[in-house]
């Protein structure tokens, strides 16, 4: 039921970073997971990270894990995306998407059935 929109990609050097925004709307928001997506050309869209209802646990990919931060202020109904020490392998576009289930109690539960429709993130070296 949610509409997510996203926003802050952009062209980032390696080693920088860009924090990407996506607004929800809707009023199973505040009781819904979210998380953030990314597909690379040519590849398969694959999980990078989640948050639950309550901001309280968060999942990552490897891949992201230590570089990339997720959070959420149920207030302005947004969740972001803050990545750090970007490299050319998260060059990709990303999505954000909300948990079709209510107040889901784990990773294991979610059912990411909303989608937006993706901002640009493309590092180069």
């Known amino acids: 039921q949610a509409q997510l929109v996203e926003s802050g990609g952009g062209l980032v050097q390696a080693g920088g970073s860009l924090r990407l925004t996506c607004a929800a709307s809707?009023?199973?928001?505040?009781?819904?997971?979210m998380g953030w997506f990314r597909q690379a050309p040519g590849k398969e869209r694959k999980f990078v990270a989640a948050?639950?209802?309550?901001?309280?646990?968060?999942w990552y990919a490897d891949t992201v894990r230590g570089r990339f931060i997720i959070s959420r202020d149920n207030a302005k109904s947004t969740i972001y995306l803050q990545m750090d020490n970007l490299t050319p392998e998260d060059t990709a576009i990303y999505f954000c998407?909300?948990?079709?289930?209510?107040?889901?109690?784990?990773?294991?539960?979610?059912?990411?059935?909303?989608w937006g429709q993706g901002t640009q993130v493309t590092v180069t070296s």
């Open positions: 998407a909300a948990d079709q289930k209510y107040r889901s109690r784990s990773m294991w539960d979610v059912d990411f059935g909303s």
């Open positions: 809707g009023r199973t928001f505040r009781n819904s997971a």
């Open positions: 948050v639950a209802w309550n901001g309280g646990n968060k």
